[in-house]
Each structure stands twice: as structure tokens, then as C-alpha cells.
């Protein structure tokens, strides 16, 4: 009981408020001009007047006469501006692996890189370091660093705890043993609710398992999602099972088919009426798929700007000398994907989409970019842009249990807000166009926050590798 409560007043506490460090808080800030797209109406509208009061959303469309007292800030928007709900990443990797030692944490960089690009919360999908995530989260909270909101996951649950020396889940892993008991299970979850994490990630595990984590998730008011397919091209749980067991989303693909050649029609039709039924998340993931190829195909489109310039120079070479990787997936794959995606929009949806990079986290390239990566892939699917953005934010948010507080500028939300310089209805890619990011009523510059995270993300030399190495701590001496 004394963990729940924990958990329930960290999670509380990460939803109260974070100050960007260097900067002073307006009590009142008054957002005046341009339009707004309030990821509630499929429109955008003009903009009169968005009233934030230490860091809530008071008032919408409030006439010229109101609110000019001395201690209101006021931003006037020009006529091409757009303001917009804070995206979320409900796919946000924060690991990286330089030395081809296992993914470890970078959160404070990387971090600032997200916020930059708009994305004012992240959830991060599986956790190789937890630790860090949650001192970094605790940091950001405190006032005492800069970054989005960290909805943690803590560490994966399922045999991927080992990374990828396992590729089923009927593989051995020294932190998620084969011979787990329920009651291991169930402790492993009690301990990661109670440090606050926002929603449980499931990967690699048996049915039972599974069973068993997303019932003990529940107990605390944790969602949850599963990575299902295994690197033996299997499910370790199906997609109808997972949803009978009472999974929350899904990640990646509702089927394991290789193309469209392969699809099962009558399997996709079943899984997409389950998913409505249930009403479960899906998070396509398709800037990861289509990766290689994607960028390729659209490059101007796809890559606009230097992401390597926030690695070390060290980190840089380590990563030009790995070189490119192969496709995450060949075209056939792809286009099943979109197939999938597309059949659960068509088959009434759309509330169910989400948006989440999945980076790879070998490359020059970082996810904060590669959140604009997947709003395009997701329009070149055949997505309007209102349902990509509706994905991005309001969906995103409720997905994690947090849409009374977050994903749509309304009244009495916090005041996560984007001003972007055009209007994304017509062209997604406006919504890289970043003017300013506020997040919980706090003013970023996004050309500030990127140039102080130039150079700084990886290992600074030989000497530093040591804290860019993975340690996987086996489940039965792990001291917590």
C-alpha cells in the first residue's frame, strides 16, 4: 500500500510542474494572435486569446479588452503563426550504444534536444537504465535541469532485460529468469510503481507472464504495451492474446507478415476488430521501418539538419566508423505496415493512434528529429494531417492515462503548448517549425536549447567509456 501511494504522488508530482533552469516562471502569460489547433476539433481557428495561469490553461479565446495588467506576459502571434498541444513520444529511447557494448542512458542532452523539437513529454518504452531516467526526471522536476516530461517505464518486463541476447522469450535471462515466479513478477512491478514510473512496457515474455504483469500494473493504475514479435520472426504473445489479456497498446505490427503477400486478411480483420473493441492503442512506429529507405526516398524531406552536431566529436567518429546501418526492414515489410495502420484508421481508429520514434540508437541521428520523421511517414501513409496531430498529442496523452491533464489546449490542462511558424493542416512539416516551446507554462527558445546541447551527447574520449558500457544486474542479487 505504501508504494502505491508513492507512485501515486510521484506520478502527481511529475504532472505538477518543472522549471527550466536559468529562467523565471510567469504567474500569468497571454498568448494573443495566429491560430490554434486545439487537437480536440479537426479545424484550427483563430487564436484570440489563450490565458496560462501558473502553468494551467485558464481561459481560451479571450477578446482583446481582457487581461492587459502589468504582471501578464504577453506573446502576440503574427498572422502565420500556429499554436499547438506539446507533442508526446510514447516510443522514446534515450539509450544509445557507441561501443557496441549494449544501449546505456543519455537523458539530459537528448532530453533537451526533444523539447527543442516540440516534444514536451516522452514516455520511454523500456529502460535499460532506469536509474537515470528517474534522476534525470527528478532533476527536471527540482528545477534544477531543463527537459520534457519523463514518463518513465522503468526497466523492460520479459526477457529483453538482457537486451539482445535474447531473441525469444523461451531464452534465459540472468534479469528476467526463466523460472521467474508470479510472486517475482509481481514484486518487480510493486518496486518500479512505487519509484513513479507512468506505464509498464512488456517485452519478450510468455503468456503467463504477461498475464500476470499486466493484472499487478493494474493494481497500481499502470498502463501497459508490448513489443509481441520475437527475433525469430514469432510472437512470444499474439496480438489477440495480448488484447484478451488486457494489454492497453501495441507497438509496431498486428501481424508478423513479411509483406502483403504474406498477410492473413482475415487475421488483420480480427485483430483490428479486437483492437476497437477494446479500444488498444497502436503505435506503428513507421520512421523505424522504413528507416534506410524512407530517408532515401524523401531526403530533403526527411533529414533537413546536422543532428551529429549534439554527439561528442569522439562520439561522432565512433559512429562514422560503424557506418550506416542496413534497413530496419525492405519495402515489402513496409508496405505491410502501412496496411495495417491504415486498416485500423479505416475501420474507425483514428482515437487509437499514437505517435512514437523508436530510433535506432546506433546512428548520426537523434529521435527529437525523428518525431517529425514519423508525423511525415505517417501522412505519407494516407493520414490526414489533423489525425497525425490528433496521434501526437491528445491520443498520445490519453493512451497514458493522462488525457485529463494533457494532449489538447482546454481549459484547466497544463499548459503544454508549440507555436510553430505555418500551419501544419497544409504541411505537416510546419510543425518542425518551431518559434517557441512552452511546457507547463514555461518559454523555451528552441535555437537556445540546441545550441546548449551541441557536442555533448556520447562518451568525451578513450578514458570515458566506462559509463557507456551495459551492466545487466541479474533479478535475484539486484540490490534496489
Not at 501558473?54 to 504577453?74: E, F, W, Y
Not at 544501449?103 to 518504452?125: D, F, H, K, Q
Not at 526463466?178 to 514510473?197: F, L, P, R
Not at 497500481?220 to 492497453?248: C, M, P, R, W
Request: charged residues 20%.
Amino acid at each position: 500500500m505504501e508504494k502505491a501511494i508513492l507512485a501515486v504522488a510521484l506520478l502527481l508530482t511529475s504532472l505538477s510542474g518543472s522549471i527550466a533552469a536559468g529562467s523565471k516562471a510567469d504567474d500569468r502569460l497571454l498568448i494573443r494572435g495566429g491560430w490554434l489547433f486545439d487537437s480536440v476539433s479537426a479545424e484550427r481557428r483563430v487564436n484570440s486569446g489563450i490565458l496560462v495561469e501558473n502553468g494551467v490553461i485558464t481561459a481560451l479565446d479571450l477578446p482583446d479588452t481582457r487581461i492587459h495588467s502589468q504582471d501578464t506576459k504577453i506573446i502576440k502571434l503574427s498572422d502565420e503563426q500556429t499554436v499547438l498541444p506539446g507533442l508526446v513520444d510514447l516510443h522514446a529511447h534515450y539509450g544509445f550504444d557507441f561501443l557496441d557494448e549494449g544501449r546505456v542512458v543519455e537523458a539530459a542532452y537528448n532530453g533537451i534536444v526533444y523539447l527543442a523539437n516540440g516534444v514536451t513529454s516522452t514516455w520511454s518504452a523500456g529502460e535499460f537504465n532506469p536509474e537515470r531516467i528517474i534522476a534525470q526526471r527528478n532533476l527536471i522536476e527540482s528545477g534544477e535541469a531543463v527537459g520534457p516530461r519523463l514518463l518513465s517505464s522503468g526497466p523492460y518486463f520479459g526477457g529483453f532485460r538482457c537486451e539482445y541476447n535474447v531473441k525469444v522469450a523461451a531464452d534465459d535471462c540472468v534479469a528476467w529468469p526463466n523460472d521467474i515466479t508470479e510472486q517475482e513478477i509481481k514484486n518487480e512491478v510493486d518496486y518500479w510503481a512505487g519509484t513513479g514510473i507512468t506505464s509498464v512496457k512488456i517485452k519478450q515474455a510468455t503468456p503467463h507472464e504477461m498475464s500476470i504483469i499486466i493484472n499487478q500494473a493494474k493494481q497500481h493504475g499502470l498502463t501497459t504495451t508490448g513489443h509481441l514479435g520475437n527475433y525469430n520472426i514469432e510472437f512470444d504473445v499474439s496480438t489477440q492474446q495480448a488484447i484478451k489479456l488486457g494489454i492497453d497498446r501495441i507497438e509496431h505490427q498486428l501481424l508478423l507478415a513479411l509483406s502483403p503477400e504474406e498477410a492473413d486478411q482475415e487475421e488483420l480483420d480480427t485483430a483490428v476488430k479486437l483492437m476497437i473493441d477494446h479500444q488498444v492503442f497502436y503505435d506503428a512506429n513507421l520512421q523505424m521501418y522504413g528507416s534506410v529507405n524512407l530517408r532515401e526516398k524523401h531526403r530533403e524531406e526527411m533529414v533537413w539538419t546536422n543532428e551529429g552536431q549534439y554527439f561528442t566529436p569522439y562520439a561522432q567518429k565512433l559512429l562514422l566508423q560503424r557506418g550506416p546501418p542496413p534497413p530496419e526492414s525492405d519495402w515489402p515489410e513496409y508496405r505491410q505496415r502501412l496496411i495495417e495502420l491504415m486498416a485500423l484508421y479505416n475501420s474507425g481508429g483514428e482515437n487509437l493512434l499514437v505517435v512514437g520514434t523508436d530510433e535506432p540508437v546506433y546512428t548520426l541521428l537523434l529521435p527529437g528529429f525523428a518525431y517529425h520523421r514519423e508525423l511525415l511517414a505517417l501522412t505519407y501513409a494516407g493520414l490526414p494531417n489533423h489525425i497525425v496531430l490528433k496521434a501526437a498529442t491528445l491520443n498520445g496523452a490519453t493512451a497514458l492515462g493522462l488525457g485529463d491533464s494533457l494532449g489538447s489546449i482546454e481549459v484547466n490542462k497544463l499548459a503544454d503548448l508549440i507555436i510553430v511558424n505555418g500551419n501544419p493542416l497544409a504541411d505537416i512539416k510546419h510543425t518542425r517549425n518551431i518559434h517557441r516551446v512552452i511546457k507547463q507554462g514555461f518559454v523555451h527558445d528552441p535555437k537556445t536549447l540546441l545550441k546548449s546541447a551541441e557536442g555533448k551527447i556520447g562518451p568525451q574520449d578513450e578514458n570515458d567509456r566506462a559509463q557507456w558500457i551495459l551492466e545487466i544486474p541479474p533479478l535475484r542479487t539486484a540490490v534496489k
